[in-house]
């Protein structure tokens, strides 16, 4: 399978119309339809439907689509590490993460290495845990910073001088506001919305006391934002991470934090045995500098 037609066929996807990918990859119509045809007989599967107006995806269309984005992904990657000057550090490193306030502590380490190797370009992708983990598995991602657990078995890791709080977002005006802290006899009853990843599940689990299953679940997120919304809409209380989403004095919203308090770790973490580009080394280098920092000074 050719990258170049991997790069066609995304076109083609993006734009919905064979004629306008043409003219943005600057060939001839027939030349790409040939292409896209002989993409469909090599793989032994239709992947578009051809309108009068525009193409849609089959299901194995879009089944391409994520992994043929993911593979030019890995190719640009690859290619930007090799193409650095001798005697200097450059190239691209990829860095997942979840919502956590502890990016700042990865941010602070790439603003030291980026005043130090200024030819180095970070790429970040938000995403849960899951997400994240699919990407290190398939070498699309770098590092990805989690919660604890980790899989010490798959992984490496760093552990980050850092630790989030699980608490309960709720409207100002909702029963539960009044309290210092939330229970899991509080929640009883109410309408949850919890984060979809499975590590997630577990903890949770063990703090309730329960099964996930037999709480009033009314809805899960991906990224804490949208959920945010609709607590505001008073759907439900998002059990989620602290200081995520402001809430001012004056604001709609206010967050409690759990009782027995609940409290995450955070890695970074990468492939095990993976081999890594000199850029993503010097940002580890960087990176346990910073942590280093962090513990000596802890309030710097």
Excluded at 17 to 44: F, N
Excluded at 65 to 84: G, H, P, R, S
Excluded at 270 to 280: N, P, T
Aim: charged residues 25%; contains cysteine.
């Amino acid at each position: 399978m050719d990258i170049r037609i991997l790069r066609y066929f995304l076109a083609v996807a993006r734009e919905e119309s064979i004629s306008h990918a043409a003219k943005a990859l600057h060939v001839s119509q027939p030349t790409l339809s040939r292409q896209l045809a002989d993409l469909e007989t090599e793989l032994g599967t239709t992947l578009v439907i051809r309108g009068n107006r525009r193409i849609s995806l089959t299901e194995e269309g879009h089944f391409l689509v994520k992994k043929a984005k993911e593979i030019v992904a890995l190719v640009d990657k690859t290619e930007a590490n090799f193409k650095q000057p001798i005697g200097s550090v450059t190239g691209e490193i990829t860095i997942g993460a979840g919502e956590t306030e502890a990016m700042g502590l990865i941010g602070r380490s790439l603003h030291s290495l980026l005043t130090e190797h200024p030819g180095i370009r970070f790429h970040l992708y938000s995403g849960n845990a899951d997400d994240l983990m699919e990407k290190l598995d398939s070498g699309v991602l770098d590092f990805g910073l989690v919660i604890e657990p980790t899989n010490k078995e798959k992984y490496e890791y760093l552990h980050l001088p850092a630790v989030d709080t699980w608490g309960v977002l709720m409207r100002r005006d909702s029963p539960l506001a009044a309290l210092d802290t939330i229970t899991p006899e509080d929640l009883a009853n109410h309408p949850l919305i919890l984060s979809r990843q499975t590590t997630v599940d577990n903890e949770l689990t063990g703090w309730f006391g329960r099964d996930i299953g037999d709480l009033t679940i009314v809805g899960t997120y991906n990224l804490l934002y949208n959920a945010s919304l609709m607590v505001k809409e008073g759907i439900g209380y998002a059990v989620c991470l602290e200081k995520i989403i402001p809430t001012p004095e004056d604001g709609e919203l206010v967050f409690r934090p759990l009782n027995p308090g609940l409290h995450a770790g955070l890695n970074l973490i990468w492939k095990k045995h993976g081999m890594h580009s000199a850029a993503a080394n010097t940002f580890l280098d960087h990176t346990r500098r910073t942590i280093h920092a962090k513990k000596e000074d802890p309030e710097g």
